[in-house]
């Protein structure tokens, strides 16, 4: 796999630290559990999608761009990753935000990433729930060509084949932390929504010859149409970096049951997760996507699916920001 031939941008702090999480273990009484800390990356309070803004932005700039136009929830990591990336580039950037969430309250709608967006000067577009995004940005671009601009989309999440290149990296990355720790890892266990992290780390780690298995925790769709979201961009992701037929369709499972009533709908078990973290370990998830995969994680411990003997680890996809937001609707 050749990373090195696409265009890239150097926006994260790599690599990530791989870190054992002794008191969280020794609470749930099953395997060492390991956290890849990718809420470490730098930009903006950090988080997963800035690897994926490397390449994305990489390509941005290779084409001349200089405003920057993507999609998020209101309270989106994605966006606030964006807008800095932009900042930092000393380009423009256009949001649209979906309204996911019924019924928000106002610290939800001005608090936490939107807050951040705002202060990174991100011009910001609000949108009903439901509404046709490629359209809308594709009528968001026309705009800006209109204005004498140059713009260039990136997709919900940046997740696709370009921003996966960010978490090809990141399997690669690990698999070579294990082996400077010593470590066996037994299973890794990552959030899945827009699939372009889950999809990245299917790639990077079959295409470099390991079958350590990967758990998607869904947290925003069923389980038979996450994966196939996933799958259809592992095998897209593969091909661009030379590496076809690495993924098999067996290789992607999501377990979808601990999403709740709706994408970023708080639920007890999240609520549960995000205090454990915090009060065993001093580690800060958010309530949208690492702290409902959290939930699936440690409902896997107590249901024995992970045993003791075992090394897992889960992906720390950031977005701490977000809690801030949730501030009046979390029970501490």
Same mark, same amino acid.
């Given at each position: 796999m050749?990373l090195?031939?696409?265009?890239?941008?150097?926006?994260?702090h790599?690599p990530t630290?791989l870190?054992?999480m002794p008191?969280l273990?020794?609470?749930l009484?099953?395997p060492?559990?390991?956290?890849?800390?990718?809420?470490?990356?730098?930009?903006?309070?950090?988080?997963?999608?800035?690897?994926? &803004?490397?390449?994305?932005?990489?390509?941005a700039?290779?084409q001349?761009?200089?405003?920057?136009?993507?999609v998020?929830?209101?309270?989106?990591?994605?966006?606030?990753?964006t807008a800095?990336?932009?900042?930092?580039l000393?380009?423009?950037?256009e949001?649209? &935000?979906?309204?996911?969430? /019924?019924q928000?309250s106002e610290?939800y709608?001005?608090s936490?990433?939107v807050?951040?967006?705002r202060?990174f000067?991100a011009?910001?577009?609000?949108?009903p729930?439901?509404s046709?995004?490629d359209?809308?940005?594709a009528?968001?671009?026309?705009?800006?060509r209109?204005? /004498?601009?140059?713009?260039?989309?990136?997709?919900?999440g940046?997740?696709?084949?370009?921003g996966?290149?960010g978490?090809?990296?990141?399997?690669?990355?690990m698999?070579e932390q294990?082996?400077?720790?010593n470590?066996?890892?037994?299973h890794?266990?990552?959030a899945?929504?827009?699939?372009?992290?889950?999809?990245g780390?299917?790639v990077g780690?079959?295409?470099?010859g390991?079958d &350590?298995p990967?758990?998607g925790i /869904?947290v925003?769709a069923?389980?038979?149409?996450q994966?196939e979201r996933?799958?259809? &961009?592992?095998?897209?992701t593969?091909d661009l970096v030379g590496?076809?037929?690495c993924?098999?369709?067996?290789?992607?499972?999501?377990?979808?049951?601990y999403?709740g009533?709706g994408y970023?709908?708080p639920?007890?078990?999240m609520?549960?997760?995000v205090?454990m973290?915090?009060?065993?370990?001093?580690?800060l998830?958010?309530?949208?996507?690492?702290?409902k995969a959290?939930?699936?994680?440690?409902?896997?411990?107590?249901?024995?699916?992970?045993?003791?003997?075992?090394?897992i680890v889960?992906?720390?996809? /950031?977005?701490?920001?977000?809690l801030?937001?949730?501030?009046?609707?979390?029970?501490?």
């Open positions: 050749q090195s031939k696409f265009p890239r941008v150097s926006l994260a790599l630290p870190e054992h008191r273990s020794e609470h009484g099953g060492d559990i390991f956290v890849k800390r990718d809420d470490c990356t730098g930009l903006a309070t950090g988080g997963n999608k800035t690897r994926k &803004l490397e390449y994305s932005m990489g390509e700039v290779e001349g761009a200089d405003t920057i136009i993507t998020g929830a209101i309270q989106s990591n994605h966006v606030r990753q800095a990336a932009a900042c930092k000393g380009m423009a950037c949001v649209l &935000l979906e309204h996911r969430i /019924g928000p610290t709608t001005t936490g990433n807050f951040l967006d202060i000067g011009n910001l577009r609000e949108y729930g439901g046709d995004f359209v809308a940005m009528d968001v671009a026309e705009e800006v209109t204005s /004498g601009g140059t713009p260039y989309i990136i997709p919900g940046a997740s696709n084949t370009v996966a290149l978490y090809v990296g990141c399997g690669i990355e698999l294990f082996s400077e720790q470590l066996q890892i037994d890794l266990v990552t899945t929504g827009s699939a372009g992290t889950h999809a780390l299917a780690l079959r295409g470099s390991s &350590l990967i758990l /869904g925003n069923p389980q038979d149409v994966e996933v799958y259809k &961009l592992s095998v897209e593969a590496s076809p037929g993924v098999a369709r067996d290789d992607i499972f999501a377990d979808c049951n999403i009533s970023g709908e639920t007890d078990s609520n549960e997760a205090l973290l915090a009060r065993f370990e001093g580690l998830f958010d309530p949208v996507y690492s702290g959290l939930a699936g994680m440690i409902d896997h411990v107590r249901q024995g699916r992970f045993t003791k003997g075992q090394n889960f992906l720390h996809t /950031g977005g701490s920001a977000g801030f937001a949730y501030a009046d609707t979390l029970t501490l």
